[in-house]
């Protein structure tokens, strides 16, 4: 069977992009299926999250799914999932497999010993510490996962398309907190 024709549960997972001592990591719920064909994290063409990324100062140059890998060695960026199983619609990703696959994530993270952890999407970190975002908040959150920073930021996928303004401002203010670009109301 061709990796085309593959169904959900077939296909391979993304693999974790992850190294000790990175600055930030990305997390999402779980890899979607034109992602995991891809074999590239948020490959999927309606997702906005690459040129968001691309904008924030985080990284100095337009980059794309296929320099993902590249990430990790280059600027110190990471990518992992909470949930290590292929499927496209998250919201069958039950909250019960979120929290058990909570202790595994956090290994995850602890291995890599990022600056800041910045989950893509508001579910998961929302399921993971239920009692934190209570404001609704996006940006930096009063906890730390693993020693690092906790961020949250609207998803960036198609159907999230309303928040993408919020998506970008969350990246560019986490881009001033790990000192890659400077405040907009700073002055030289």
């Not at 085309?4 to 990591?25: I, S, Y």
């Not at 910045?118 to 940006?139: K, M, Q």
């Amino acid at each position: 069977m061709s990796a085309a024709a593959e169904a959900p549960g077939r296909l391979r997972t993304l693999p974790d992009l992850l190294r000790p001592g990175l600055e930030l990591v990305f997390v999402g719920i779980n890899p979607g299926e034109r992602s995991a064909r891809l074999g590239h994290y948020y490959g999927h063409p309606g997702n906005a999250f690459w040129p968001a990324l691309s904008a924030s100062g985080l990284v100095p140059r337009d980059v794309g799914p296929e320099d993902d890998r590249r990430l990790p060695l280059d600027y110190g960026i990471g990518f992992t999932d909470v949930v290590k199983r292929v499927q496209t619609d998250s919201t069958r990703v039950a909250d019960a497999e979120l929290r058990a696959s909570a202790p595994a994530f956090r290994r995850r993270i602890a291995y890599a010993s990022p600056r800041a952890v910045c989950f893509t999407t508001t579910r998961a970190f929302d399921v993971l510490h239920p009692r934190v975002r209570a404001s609704g908040t996006w940006g930096r959150q009063p906890v730390q996962i693993a020693g690092a920073e906790a961020w949250v930021m609207p998803s960036t996928s198609g159907r999230a398309a309303g928040y993408r303004a919020d998506a970008q401002r969350v990246l560019r203010e986490l881009a001033v907190a790990l000192g890659r670009r400077e405040s907009a109301g700073a002055t030289s």
